[in-house]
């Protein structure tokens, strides 16, 4: 059960965008406290002693460790696992697309451009890149002259 509740979870929350990663809202934080309440009655049933929890434990964190091999030995598992950057903005222009996709909005990537590089405009952004642990990159346009 625990193996299948993991890959489960995996999947749902590669579905739902990195964002979820990088950009928790108090929703965000409320759902991923349900989730594991669930989760959890889902992987221990009735059995709630301290043997299954061990098991359950260590047959995660097995399964983490194994997947991170995986990913080294196959990197298009690691795309498929983990996603690949995605890119936002290129020379000053937003790619709607990938926002929508990343479900991003124009502020979100503003908001690092102000933190990171003290942008004021998105005409400054050379490369804003939505990296696979859900932070944005920016990647300043350099002043000719």
Do not use: C
Not at 32 to 61: K, P, R, W
Request: no cysteine.
């Amino acid at each position: 059960r625990g193996l299948a509740i993991y890959f489960t979870l995996l999947v749902i929350i590669r579905l739902s965008g990195r964002r979820t990663l990088a950009q928790m809202t108090p929703f965000d934080l409320v759902i991923v406290l349900v989730i594991s309440e669930t989760t959890q009655q889902a992987m221990l049933g009735d059995d709630f002693s301290i043997t299954n929890a061990v098991i359950l434990i260590l047959t995660l964190f097995t399964t983490d460790i194994g997947l991170s091999y995986v990913k080294r030995w196959w990197p298009r598992a690691a795309h498929i696992i983990d996603g690949v950057p995605t890119v936002l903005v290129t020379d000053g222009v937003y790619d709607e697309r990938a926002l929508k996709g990343a479900r991003l909005q124009k502020e979100d990537v503003m908001q690092a451009a102000r933190s990171q590089e003290g942008i004021e405009s998105v005409a400054e952004i050379k490369f804003a890149i939505l990296e696979v642990s859900g932070n944005i990159s920016i990647i300043k346009k350099q002043k000719s002259g």
